[in-house]
């Protein structure tokens, strides 16, 4: 019976977050200048193009957030400015920062592949690959600063003075965090699918984990 009023309860959580989906994305508009808006009777946000195709997210919680043409390009491929890509981007957009006040952020990649986040928040993380086809990534927050690798296995590994962690996937695309606090984090295909869509990338998914389960401890 018990397994029974789970998988009531997991349908029912399915079907508002879908018709939560839906009832944003009916509140999505476009204005006279193509870009796209969103507006309810507390919270509005905009999707603007530049002439560079670089796209800003900007809402009335003073969040401006932006992302350069090759990072779009990367992230969605070269056809993010179809109407349904940008849409359904866009919608995710709104519901990671109608709660959230004052963030700003960048997103670039530039010419030779280097991934560039920065925020007001005094974060900066840089990922690129080696001549190996592995991902480096650097980031800095403040005083502190770390590294981590992509190894061999395609896992994310971050080492440091008696700290470690990483992040493997399986077979059946659940992804395990582990790290020297002794925590282990089991996330199934689903769930990482949506918290990717918070985090934007995996790396920076990875170092919010590590934020969160290892640095915080010190």
């Known amino acids: 019976m018990k397994k029974v009023n789970l998988w009531r309860k997991t349908i029912l959580a ?59 390009e990367k992230k969605m491929g070269v056809n993010y400015n179809e109407a349904d890509t ?23 990649v530039d010419i030779f592949g280097t991934l560039t986040l920065t925020d007001n928040q005094g974060k900066t993380l840089t990922a690129k690959e080696d001549i190996f086809g592995h991902r480096q990534i650097k980031h800095e927050h403040g005083k502190k600063s770390f590294d981590i690798q992509t190894t061999s296995t395609g896992e994310l590994s971050y080492k ?19 790290d020297s606090n002794d925590t282990k984090i089991v996330m199934t295909k689903s769930l990482w699918e949506r918290l990717i869509k918070k985090h934007q990338t995996e790396s920076n998914l990875f170092i919010f984990l590590i934020e969160q389960f290892l640095l915080s401890s010190e």
Not at 22 to 32: E, F, K, L, T
Not at 59 to 69: M, R
Not at 90 to 104: A, K, N, P, S, T
């Open 14 to 72: 399915m079907v508002f977050i879908l018709c939560t989906s839906m009832s944003y994305g009916q509140r999505i508009q476009q204005d006279v200048f193509n870009n796209l808006v969103y507006q309810s009777d507390h919270y509005q946000a905009k999707l603007k193009k530049n002439i560079f195709d670089d796209l800003t997210f900007s809402d009335s919680n003073n969040n401006i957030i932006t992302f350069n043409k090759a990072y779009l």
């Open 86 to 108: 940008k849409s359904m981007f866009f919608q995710d957009l709104v519901l990671d920062y109608m709660q959230i006040r004052g963030y700003e952020a960048s997103y670039k």
């Open 160 to 178: 440091a003075t008696n700290q470690s962690a990483t992040l493997a996937k399986d077979s059946d695309g659940t992804r395990t965090y582990t």
